[in-house]
């Protein structure tokens, strides 16, 4: 009997280190672990930089000049008896060159989306041309005894330049590793230059001299307003310095009225392909 209570006592004295050992992490719920890194970089806040690019600018001129030749047909007597010939549409022309300009603004990041506002400026020195021509020979002289006839000669040209560009553009882009692919969609506007001539001369078959007579409108700097989208990719090469690669078209419509004394309707388009090197700060 005595050693059956020395027996217990030594049992219940030895429970708690025994119970010490035993593993029961089963009864306090599963061991939780940290939570990986993210395998994206941060984009957060305002950035700014420069750029390059190869722009193609589409102009088309939207008047043919018939009307202002008309005008300069009627104040001359010979004319206005000999008439001058109808003009065609000008031809859409592309040009095609460098550009380079400058971009600042901001990002808003939330786990591996980005979003944001930029405001992006270009200049350019592009200019593109075209022009229409035609004669017309067969009108009879008049006020002469003699058999005569006058050839008239009429023509149309037209220059026109997007020289300085911006756009004001909402950014939604996907943080991917040390890339950030994105899509920007915009307002553009631009200034624009152009020039058009209408020139109409006429000479008789038995008097070598020419009369000549032409019109010259011309815009410098004339704001047209527009919209833009682009495609566009930042990399990351140090922690807040990062290059660019895009693509943008901006659509500028109709500018200008077709009269005499403003340029003449033009419709212009234009597509950027850029690269660029940026700051985040």
Sequence with gaps: MRLLVRGLLLAWAASPAFAGDI?????????SFPADPPTYRRWSGAYGGGQIGLDSHSLQFN?????????????????????????????????????YGGFVGYNYQIDDTVLGLELNLNGSSINARTSSAKTATGALCPNTAAPCTITVNASNAATGSLNEYGTLRARGGWAYGSFL??????????????????NVNFYESNNPAAASYSDTAANHGKIAVGFSF??????????????????EYLQFGDIGHGNSNTTSLLNLNAMSLRTGLGMKF
């Design 23 to 31: 593993d029961n992490s089963w009864l306090r719920g599963s061991t």
């Design 63 to 99: 008047d043919n000049g018939n009307a202002r030749i008309t005008t300069l047909v009627e104040a001359d007597p010979i004319l206005a008896v000999a008439r001058a010939p109808i003009l065609g549409d000008l031809e859409r022309r592309d040009a095609r060159g460098l550009s």
């Design 181 to 198: 692919p994105y899509v920007v969609v915009g307002m553009a506007v631009g200034w624009v230059n152009s020039v058009q001539t209408v």
């Design 230 to 247: 682009g495609l566009g990719v930042d990399y990351a090469v140090y922690q807040n310095v990062f290059l660019r690669g895009e693509f």
